[in-house]
């Protein structure tokens, strides 16, 4: 699971950035709110920890701003004050949760695989579209109308996770790239390409009439008119 964390204090910052990837997260860092906003309007995420007190722009900025974006991804905002007041202002900006510094280790990630949860298509480790159905657990792809099945690579994987979880979206190669290779790699474009093109014969080879379709100029989305 993809999560950004916005968080000016270097310390606090990088000891959550190591306890959040030992729980297998794919963390990017951010430390201040203008880059904090660029990174949210990718739309790549699928967590976002926002600190309130921030350089530039503030946590409740960001979070008001993402979601009239459409940005849908849960939000959970960490701050020092714990004021009623800024509760509310949090809330009402757009957040989904709200913990208050000094935080427990074990409450903080509660409180995300809740959020989490709530963000996925599924509960019971299937995510499903058209005729297909993701197995979240063994990494693997069935068609629901042939009953063939077939194990993917990591990066098939996460091609269709991820275009499953932004159903009726166009995704563009950009969002692609960033969300499967991460922002510090250098994964050209032609690799989405590829990578697209295995995941196609995957589908092909099950016998799946869910597609994934080349929106010229833009990007790729899952469709499925036959189902």
Request: aromatic share 8%.
């Amino acid at each position: 699971m993809k999560l950004l964390l916005v968080e000016d204090e270097k310390r606090m910052a990088q000891a959550l950035c190591e306890i959040l990837r030992l729980e297998k997260y794919d963390v990017d860092w951010c430390a201040d709110g203008e880059s904090g906003m660029n990174a949210v309007e990718s739309g790549i995420y699928d967590l976002i920890v926002l600190d309130v007190m921030l350089p530039v722009k503030s946590g409740f900025e960001i979070a008001r701003q993402a979601r009239h974006l459409g940005i849908k991804a849960p939000i959970l905002m960490l701050t020092a004050k714990g004021e009623l007041d800024d509760k509310v202002t949090g809330l009402d900006s757009g957040a989904d949760d709200y913990l208050t510094k000094p935080f427990e280790t074990r409450e903080l990630l509660a409180r995300l695989r809740a959020l989490g949860r709530r963000n996925l298509p599924s509960t019971d480790g299937q995510l499903t579209f058209g005729d297909i159905s993701l197995d979240t657990n063994s990494v693997s792809l069935r068609c629901l109308t042939s009953g063939q099945s077939v194990r993917l690579s990591e990066k098939e994987y996460h091609i269709l996770e991820y275009l499953i979880a932004n159903q009726g979206r166009v995704l563009t190669r950009e969002q692609l790239a960033v969300k499967i290779w991460g922002y510090e790699s250098e994964a050209e474009y032609n690799n989405v390409e590829v990578y697209m093109s295995f995941t196609r014969r995957k589908l092909t080879f099950i016998g799946a009439k869910t597609e994934i379709k080349a929106v010229r100029g833009i990007g790729y989305e899952l469709r499925c008119e036959d189902v």
